[in-house]
């Protein structure tokens, strides 16, 4: 099972500064012996999470995460071990002398460094300064495969350099890379593609259980970094240039993942666009239009797409009957999940402080763009933005079964992955066959009562009584993984889920509480089995890994 990685990064998904028209940074570049000595070195530094967390202490270690500097500042003030110091140089942006850095990286010293690509010296002698001219961040995280400790290099961040950032910024580890990589079904498949791979994190996580990852960006500078980070994790990735699925044109894949430059950003003069990690350079939200409706030609049958992205919800029109119109046009099976919602002008001053405009930096360019932003949303008649996940299948039937397009807004429980796998299992076998509890019950194939369902063991029940009665005025079934869902629940299928522990088949328990209730048993289970049905696809209640043989036993 995944859990959801922790990177130390300088910059996260949003970043601060003044508008910048500079090109970024360096792109590192490495040998295979330079490389080894350098994972040797980080290894043996230790320069990982863990301790940089003792090394800081929670306090600024929580601050860091912010983009706040002064507490680790002033907790690695005079410290020389060579965690402390590697942190100084590529977390904090601080100098560092060339005999000081050679001590924290005894193997590649601070001349591999330099010819990596990933400092630059003010010149030869020991005393010299040294600055990172890339951010090389710890990274961790866990799957079935076991523990993993990454070092991953991005372009340096505002709060390292103290200047702002430019266009072909290459982002690290932030907010959306780690949903993606929470919510990404981990089961192992022959061929994986990450769409827009930046630093090439969704990659690295594809390669732990798919047999090949394809990796494709647009920018060839984030391909410099997926192509270094590759190589210091110790993995093999095909990695190419071109937009979206023109470098894959004709391929097929088992699971594709993107965390897309999905950002609406006006075409139009005043705007704050053109940043190659967020704008993708077409209007409205038609870049994820255009990956749902198309994404499908790089899929085998029964291979997965989960990708992040924003959609427009415009006068007229509700947001869930846009959505899926481009699950109609995919022919693809479609989950859709709306996370957030901004309106316009919320919208636009994340993004535009984003790209480091402020009304007190610069008040005339602000108003601007932020009418520009306004103007661009208004043309459309759009109302607000949703933010959400796009699961979409190519079924291996080639029969669409699947459209779910829902909103939740409370917390999920990460990582979301597996629960995604076992709902789209669920789905599968609920599809299968019929309820075979309506009307007569006289079904011949296996059907929902023949099953031994399980309530699920983080399934919890909540009783709300008024003083003095004795009957509860409502029954909450509470989910405490997945989307941690809560069914408000009637006496009838409260009992049912407490009595399914794997032992009677749905039948028999419909019949039971029939009995129990004084109530027809087709009347029941025409009222229950719809609910049931949604319970075993949300997982609130599970369905045995083999079918149990048999015929349910009838209640009449």
């Known amino acids: 099972m995944f859990a959801t990685g922790q990177m130390f990064a300088t910059g996260s998904e949003g970043h601060r500064g003044a508008v910048s028209s500079g090109r970024a940074g360096a792109t590192p570049r490495a040998s295979s012996a330079d490389t080894e000595a350098l994972r040797a070195d980080l290894i043996a530094a230790p320069y990982t999470v863990e301790a940089l967390e003792d090394l800081l202490g929670p306090v600024a270690s929580a601050a860091l995460r912010r983009e706040q500097a002064v507490p680790a500042r002033r907790a690695l003030r005079g410290r020389g071990e060579p965690a402390g110091v590697l942190a100084r140089l590529f977390l904090l942006g601080e ?99 990450d769409l827009g791979t930046g630093c090439g994190i969704q990659a690295l ?39 979206m699925l023109d470098p894959v044109d004709g391929e097929r894949f088992d699971l594709v993942i993107s965390n897309p430059p999905f950002v609406i950003t006006p075409r139009l003069p005043g705007a704050v666009g053109g940043y190659t990690y967020r704008d993708g350079g077409r209007a409205g939200d038609d870049l994820v239009r255009d990956l749902v409706t198309g994404v499908g030609a790089a899929l085998a049958p029964g291979g997965v797409a989960q990708i992040l992205g924003n959609w427009e919800h415009r006068v007229g029109e509700g947001w869930r009957e846009r959505v899926e119109e481009w699950l109609a046009a995919s022919g693809l099976d479609g989950w859709v999940v709306q996370r957030e919602v901004s309106d316009p002008a919320e919208y636009a001053e994340t993004w535009l402080r984003d790209g480091g405009l402020t009304p007190d930096r610069d008040p005339s360019g602000w108003r601007a763009a932020y ?50 796998a076992a709902a789209l299992r669920a789905h599968d076998r609920l599809e299968a066959f019929g309820d075979g509890a309506l009307g007569d019950w006289a079904f011949g194939d296996r059907s929902l009562a023949d099953e031994q369902l399980v ?33 408000r629940a009637g006496t009838a299928l409260a009992g049912f889920v407490g009595a399914c522990d794997g032992e009677l088949t749905v039948g028999q328990i419909v019949g039971g509480l029939a009995a129990l209730l004084d109530v027809p048993a087709s009347d029941l289970a025409a009222d229950l089995l719809p609910a049931v049905r949604d319970l075993v ?20």
Not at 464 to 485: C, H, K, M, N
Request: proline share 6%.
């Open 205 to 243: 996580h594809a390669s732990r259980h798919a047999g090949a990852v394809v990796a494709t960006d647009l920018s060839t500078r984030a391909l410099a970094f997926a192509r270094f980070n590759a190589a210091l994790a110790g993995v093999t990735l095909d990695l190419r240039t071109g937009s």
């Open 371 to 420: 009418e520009a932003w306004l103007d661009d949303f208004a043309a459309r008649g759009v109302e607000a933005v949703g933010f959400g996940y796009l699961l979409l299948r190519r079924p291996a039937s080639g029969t669409v079964t699947l459209r779910r397009v829902e909103e939740h807004d409370g917390a999920v429980r990460q990582p979301l992955g597996p629960h995604l």
């Open 95 to 193: 100098a560092v002398p060339r005999r000081t850095l050679d001590g924290a990286l005894p193997r590649l010293r601070s001349d591999g460094a330099e010819r990596c690509g990933l400092v630059r010296s003010a010149g030869e002698a020991a005393d010299d300064q040294v600055r990172a001219v890339v951010d090389l961040s710890p990274y961790r995280a866990s799957d079935d495969a076991g523990e993993i400790t990454w070092w991953l290099a991005s372009d340096v961040g505002e709060l390292a350099s103290g200047a702002p950032l430019a266009p072909e910024h290459v982002l690290g580890v932030g907010g959306a890379s780690t949903t993606l990589a929470g919510i990404t079904i981990r089961e192992p498949v022959g061929r994986a593609l």
């Open 537 to 556: 696809r949300d997982g609130l209640l599970t369905l045995p890994s083999h079918p149990v043989t048999g015929a349910a036993t009838s209640p009449t």
């Open 455 to 487: 309530a699920a063991a983080d399934v919890t029940e909540e009783r709300y009584l008024r003083p003095g009665e004795a009957d509860p005025s409502v029954i909450l079934l509470r989910q405490g993984g997945g989307f941690g869902r809560v069914v």
